[in-house]
């Protein structure tokens, strides 16, 4: 896994509340939204949260028991199911990658 670093080289670190600030803004859901589970699982609020899990352990690098505590998760094979199919639809889903560029791009801008 690369760590993400800015144009100067320097390692990116933002908190948990910035991703989730601007995973919020970018696509328009709560933060209760992804910070709970849904009981109406609407694809937008899933793609966000998929997102939040995967730039946590991505960017933060946080462990699988940080991000269970943080997203109400109840095992590691949650953590690794919603980073495993976030990889593969960041390969194979056009749409879901225009989103986390977007929100990476966004985090990167804030950090500069």
């Known amino acids: 896994m690369n760590t993400p670093k800015n144009p100067r080289g320097e390692v990116i670190s933002i908190s948990t509340d910035s991703l989730q600030n ?6 328009f859901v709560t933060k209760d939204e992804i910070m709970n589970r849904p009981k109406i699982k609407e694809k937008e609020v899933v793609d966000a949260r998929k997102l939040a899990i995967y730039i946590g352990y991505t960017y933060k690098h946080n462990s699988y028991s940080e991000l269970q505590k943080v997203y109400g998760l109840n095992s590691n094979q949650s953590i690794e199911h919603a980073i495993e199919s976030t990889r593969n639809l960041l390969e194979t889903d056009i749409r879901f990658r225009k989103k986390y560029d977007k929100i990476t791009e966004r985090i990167m801008c804030e950090l500069i």
Do not use: A, K
Not at 22 to 27: A, F, G, K, R, Y
């Open 22 to 27: 601007i995973i919020c803004d970018t696509l």
